[in-house]
């Protein structure tokens, strides 16, 4: 019995010194200095913009990457390759329900739900990214170096039912076919 109640107590006092060294943190992103920018591409070339960060923040175990979690305001999708009129209706378009109709969904998450080391401060992710209230996985690379991480994603669009002008669902759209997938740039400052 005496031998039971030590074991016992060795083996609590011998977890508690290992949860001990396991440190676990997070980092709050600063939306402020993070920028997220896209770029589609359709027949007769491509658009590119930005997108704001509402919130973000990255989670970490003894330094390494075990998750996170990042709202995008999607009411802030805006063009930048293009000025002024042009602009502003392709932005109108962009928010309206044929690409993220931002009236119903002001918001889009990524939640990351697995990461794996790929060496020095890169990682392979696998998240939940919700557009449009549809979620789907979708897999990249980042790296955090210090106070600041950085990714680029390649998201199928219709996935998400955002169909317009895409080939795969309307015929004989010619130069006016818009690619199904899209690019994302994101550098994060914490």
């Known amino acids: 019995m005496k031998k039971n109640i030590l074991r016992s ?26 920028k997220v ?8 070339g491509s658009h590119e913009g930005t997108i704001n960060l509402k919130s973000g923040v990255i989670e970490l175990e003894d330094d390494k990457l075990i998750g996170g979690n990042f709202t995008m305001d999607m009411t802030s999708i805006n063009t930048t390759d293009i000025k002024g009129e042009y602009a502003k209706k392709l932005d109108g378009h962009l928010k309206s329900d044929d690409f993220f109709g931002t009236d119903n969904y002001p918001t889009s998450t990524l939640k990351i ?17 919700t557009i449009k209230g ?16 950085t990714a680029n994603l390649k998201i199928d669009r219709t996935k998400y039912d955002i169909k317009y002008g895409s080939s795969s ?13 899209f690019d994302l740039t994101v550098d994060l400052q914490f």
Do not use: Q, R
């Open 113 to 129: 739900t697995d990461s794996e080391s790929k060496g020095k401060n890169t990682y392979s992710v696998t998240a939940d990214l």
């Open 169 to 181: 669902f309307f015929d004989n759209l010619k130069d006016k076919a818009i690619d199904n997938e």
């Open 37 to 44: 920018t896209w770029k589609g591409y359709k027949v007769t």
């Open 134 to 149: 549809k979620t789907h996985p979708v897999t990249f690379n980042i790296s955090i170096n210090g106070s600041k991480a």
């Open 9 to 34: 107590a060795f083996i609590l006092v011998l977890a508690l010194a290992l949860v001990s060294f396991t440190s676990k943190t997070s980092k709050k992103v600063d939306v402020s200095k993070s």
